[in-house]
């Protein structure tokens, strides 16, 4: 896991302005098509945002209370 994070680290730290404006087409997964700084934004609060449902559905499961509302 940690040679990911380093990786990946190391792969963001490299972007450039102009690679953060580069058009991607994801066309093939229904997004269509985006800027890398958009579709990296996306992942990441795509993925916290479900991780935090997640986390709530188990809570509640244990009798613990989930979101806060």
Partial sequence: ???????????????????????IDLTDSGLGKHTLNWALHAIVIGHTHNMSGEISAAKGL????GYPF
Avoid: M
């Fill in 1 to 23: 896991a940690q040679a990911v994070y380093t990786a990946v680290d190391a792969y963001i730290g490299s972007l450039t302005e102009q690679d953060l404006d580069r058009e």
């Fill in 62 to 65: 244990q009798g613990a209370q």
